[in-house]
């Protein structure tokens, strides 16, 4: 990288169209920040306090809720930090570091929701085989396979976009180093880190999207064939959350990287909607909506004030 570029670091100008709000947005993205972390830190420690959790759904789910505490620690602490008047200065490695860590766990978190639904698909539809399909061998070569392609997808979008020489500008006009934002800063031709990035992450996408689309269409048509409406409600209920969460998640990327004229307030928006919001979101919706998780947390709670007062 030292060979191809003069410039040792990069300023990010932040969110677009927001000069003068930085108290508010500071407090704002603060309470959001923390309120992730704090959520998704009680869901993993009611999984992992519970033995009656120790399931594979709720290992996924727990994994779910370690990815939306380092999803946006990836951008925030920074964002949060120029918010609060610091330099908005960030070093050439730091940039390329926040590019991969950002599309490793982006992706990573992708594909843990398709196995999510391939969990819910195998409990609804195959139920008697759920233990045995679901054993913890398989569980395990699951997730390491969501890394595996996680790494991959970030390696290849930081090496197109960052074998380019940089020299002169280092302005980013937005909030974090992505590519979108970062490649137009390049001296040399840019077109192919372009072609490579936009195929990259649609085609990622569009598969992860088709396998959970693939799971639920199985999912609800196991669930038609249910004859009594008790039963119906009961598998239903199982991956209502879950659908939530997916939904919340593939919701934003869909607007960012498929509008055909990028708007950069709107995609700012939506960035920080994925980046921060889902992630926090994740939490309330696996707390109010899961029993098991509900039970759980009451527990934990239960035992915090025990300790305390004892």
């Known amino acids: 990288m030292r060979n191809h570029t003069e410039l040792t670091e990069f300023i990010l100008l932040g969110i677009p169209q927001t000069q003068g709000l930085e ?3 500071l407090v704002i993205f603060s309470f959001i920040y923390l309120f992730t ?3 998704n830190l009680l869901i993993l420690t009611a999984i992992v306090s519970s033995s009656s959790l120790h399931t594979p759904m709720y290992f996924f789910l727990g994994l779910l809720s370690s990815f939306d505490m380092l999803f946006p620690s990836v951008t925030c602490p920074k964002m949060l930090f120029y918010l609060s008047g610091q330099s908005h200065a960030i070093s050439y490695k730091g940039c390329a570091a926040q590019l991969f860590f950002y599309h ?3 992706s990573a978190e992708g594909c843990l929701y398709s196995v999510m639904a391939y969990d819910r698909f195998v409990a609804i539809c195959h139920p008697l085989r759920y233990t045995l399909i679901m054993r913890p061998g398989v569980c395990v070569s699951l997730v390491t396979g969501a890394w595996l392609v996680g790494c991959l997808h970030a390696t290849i979008l930081t090496s197109f976009t960052f074998q380019l020489p940089y020299c002169g500008h280092n302005r980013v006009d937005y909030f974090f180093c992505d590519i979108p934002a970062v490649l137009p ?4 031709d840019s077109s192919m880190a372009q072609k490579v990035g936009s195929t990259n992450v649609g085609f990622l996408a569009l598969i992860l999207w088709l396998s ?4 639920y269409t199985c999912i609800g048509i196991a669930i038609w064939r249910i004859q009594s409406s008790e039963g119906r409600q009961k598998a239903f209920s199982t991956c209502s959350a879950h659908l ?5 998640a593939y919701g934003p990327v869909i607007i ?3 509008q055909p004229t990028p708007n950069p307030f709107l995609g700012a928006m939506v960035q920080i909607l994925n980046n921060i919001v889902s992630p926090m979101l994740n939490s309330l919706i696996y707390s109010l909506r899961n029993r098991e998780v509900k039970s759980s947390l009451k527990r934990v709670f239960h035992n915090v004030v025990l300790t305390f007062l004892g």
């Open 244 to 248: 939530t969460a997916i939904l919340c």
């Open 256 to 258: 960012i990287y498929l």
């Open 185 to 188: 800063l390049a001296c040399g």
């Open 104 to 106: 490793l766990l982006g």
């Open 37 to 39: 972390l704090l959520g």
């Open 212 to 215: 959970v689309c693939i799971s």
């Open 23 to 25: 108290t508010v947005l």
